[in-house]
């Protein structure tokens, strides 16, 4: 099964057109270029002052201490934050040049493009079928959604399991299945980027594991950020990591700040901020 | 077997410590009291139930279909229910047509749409007041409102009227109970839909409404049980109390609707129950049970509903 599957003609894939850039320039592009990111919550600032970039391909981990802002920071990238009515974000997101919070900006658009993992595995009450076919189908995908879906569950490593059950309720499987089915219905959407929220924190390790295997896979066509609690995940699966830490000012206000950002081997063996090196080593957090 | 009668083992203190089953007191007061409450609630409404059916129990045998089928009567030996069932059937249409599509929109905008200000907290917690103004109330609202000022509308006191007022009467029922199954809803599913990039309205109609459509269900149940039993409003909006002609043969549906003089069972119930003749006594107890059968009928058909899309 190719890729050509997928496309509906409707619009052009946007991971295409980025690959096609790529080849023509003979650089990397940013999917994500943040500047003086910052997060509030009402009067609660979650986030002060971050900037880095996200690179395609890649999969690029958010790790850090509850509270430090890293799922603040992912919702942006699709614009979660926007169903939160209390959040307010200043500074800038750009994805492929485009500020995402510009006065124009679609969120619905931002999210087919920016498809979401969830923490807790969340399929709909509906068939595995259907779990799949709903994105597409909104979108306008008028191709062929039985090879779409099984297309999407292949990639997702979940076909085998699932194809003769395909009309059967999502929600009859196990949490590590329901966990890929969730990885399969971000893909068929098409997205160009997929934003993973701990995906493997409620699983087991044998679900855990797959679910990694998995991203492996999928980073060779997405970009892939992922937020996890666990050190030795970030460390196993990602290119790039990001260590957020909590801030705590005087006045007891506990504020997420973005502290290193670099290349994963180098921020686990050799990381430059003495935060970073306490909170790899278990000194704290 | 010497050493272990003089120091006793684990086992032993274990043993000695777990077995003997006390009699807990408290524990068997409480479960008698609580058997005794489900008890009496069941037994008012059996004997209730047994006295009615008793009484109107000639009626039925002597008269059969004849009771339900033929129009009021000042003789109770002739009188039928024919124009209160129609009556209330029709106002339950009403309510169903005007209070569900009105009750579910205004839920699914408080719910879904409107932000959380002191401006909605205020709609909403009035909402909830409303449920409980009495019904009299919006009988009277029905009578300026639907018979007087709409009346071009309405043709004043017609089954129009009747079954607006009782929409009106079940409307904040209707809101509170789909908007708490909307609540019930988890917040995961939402985000799930939004994060495959549906719209609101996508989220809304392909994934929120089929999870809360069952328990909307039984929220429309009780809603139709009020709607059913009220008569306080109707004798306000224009219901007919005491025998009326029934339209000329042939007179349509429609013209039965919006154009004719109307009741309901429960008024004909308060009608008959007032009738000084002994007769009435046991029509009047007949009739309840009908209103009974047909409420049960009305809910059964509700559940049978819900557990369809349940199992969907």
Same mark, same amino acid.
């Given at each position: =099964? ?31 270029? /943040? ?45 979660? *934050? ?25 969120? /619905? ?6 498809? =979401? /993992? ?25 191709? *062929? =959604? ?13 076909? *085998? ?5 395909? +009309? ?12 890929? !089915? ?13 934003? =993973? ?20 896979? !999928? ?19 990602? +290119? ?6 909590? +801030? ?13 950002? +670099? ?6 063996? *050799? ?15 | ?5 003089? $120091?006793? $083992? #684990? ?52 008269? %059969?279909?004849?009771?339900? #089928? ?5 003789? @109770?030996?002739?009188? %039928? ?50 449920? %409980? ?20 509308? $309405?043709?004043?006191?017609? &089954? ?47 994934? &929120? ?8 269900? $039984? ?34 549906? &429609? ?10 069972? @429960? ?46």
């Amino acid at each position: =099964m190719g890729q050509g599957s997928v496309e509906d003609g409707s619009r052009p894939v946007l991971r295409t057109v980025v690959e096609r850039e790529r080849r023509r320039t003979g650089q990397e592009e940013a999917v994500f270029d /943040v500047s003086h990111l910052e997060v509030f919550y009402g009067d609660f600032q979650a986030l002060r002052d971050a900037s880095f970039q996200v690179q395609a391909r890649q999969i690029t981990a958010f790790i850090g201490p509850s509270g430090c802002g890293k799922s603040t920071v992912l919702r942006c990238f699709n614009r979660m *934050n926007d169903l939160i009515e209390t959040a307010r974000v200043e500074g800038e997101v750009r994805y492929h040049g485009v500020d995402l919070y510009g006065p124009d900006v679609d969120p /619905v658009e931002v999210r087919r493009r920016v498809g =979401m /993992v969830f923490q807790k595995p969340n399929p709909f009450p509906k068939s595995i079928y259907e779990n799949v076919a709903f994105g597409p189908r909104i979108a306008g995908f008028k191709g *062929n =959604m039985d090879a779409l879906v099984e297309e999407s569950l292949e990639r997702a490593a979940l076909l *085998n399991e699932v194809k003769d059950i395909l +009309d059967q309720s999502a929600i009859a499987l196990s949490g590590g299945q329901q966990q890929r !089915l969730c990885i399969a219905r971000a893909i068929a959407t098409n997205p160009d980027v997929l934003l =993973m929220d701990e995906p493997a924190s409620a699983l087991d390790p044998i679900a855990t594991l797959r679910i990694e295997e998995l991203m492996q896979e !999928l980073k060779k066509e997405y970009t892939i950020i992922i937020v996890t609690h666990n050190m030795q995940q970030a460390a196993r699966v990602s +290119d790039r990591t990001a260590f957020f830490n909590v +801030d705590v000012r005087e006045n007891g206000m506990r504020t997420g700040q973005l502290v290193e950002f +670099d290349e994963t081997g180098k921020l686990f063996t *050799n990381p430059s901020e003495p935060a970073t090196e306490g909170y790899i080593t278990g000194r704290f957090g | 077997m010497t050493t272990r009668a003089a $120091t006793p $083992t #684990t086992t032993d203190l274990v043993e000695r410590a777990l077995r003997g089953k006390r009699i807990d007191v408290f524990g068997t007061f409480v479960s008698v009291a609580l058997l005794l409450s489900l008890l009496v609630s069941l037994g008012i409404l059996v004997t209730l139930l047994a006295d009615m059916i008793a009484k109107g129990w000639s009626v039925f045998a002597d008269r %059969g279909l004849d009771f339900v #089928t033929s129009p009021l009567s000042p003789d @109770p030996a002739k009188a %039928g229910l024919s124009q209160g069932i129609f009556g209330s059937v029709v106002l339950t249409v009403f309510v169903v047509i005007v209070a569900f599509p009105l009750g579910i929109g205004a839920a699914i905008y408080l719910e879904e749409y409107a932000s959380d200000t002191k401006v909605t907290r205020f709609i909403v917690a009035n909402i909830r007041n409303l449920a %409980g103004v009495p019904s009299i109330v919006y009988g009277l609202l029905g009578l300026s409102i639907f018979v007087k000022l709409l009346s071009g509308v $309405t043709n004043g006191r017609t &089954l129009v009227s009747g079954g607006l007022t009782l929409a009106v009467l079940v409307l904040p029922i209707m809101v509170i109970t789909a908007s708490e199954a909307l609540r019930a809803v988890p917040q995961a599913l939402r985000q799930a839909a939004f994060g495959v990039g549906a719209t609101r309205w996508e989220m809304i109609r392909h994934q &929120l409404l089929p999870v809360a459509a069952p328990a909307m269900l $039984t929220g429309s149940v009780l809603t139709i049980a009020r709607a059913f039993g009220e008569s306080a409003p109707l004798l306000l909006a224009g219901a007919i109390l005491s025998n009326f002609f029934a339209p000329p043969a042939g007179t349509g549906l &429609l013209t039965q609707i919006t154009d004719a003089d109307y009741t309901a069972l @429960p008024i004909v119930i308060f009608n008959w129950s007032r009738q000084p003749q002994k007769e009435f006594v046991a029509i009047t107890a007949a009739a309840i049970v009908v209103l009974l059968v047909l409420l049960l009928t009305v809910n059964a058909a509700t559940i049978i509903l819900r557990d369809r899309f349940e199992r969907k």
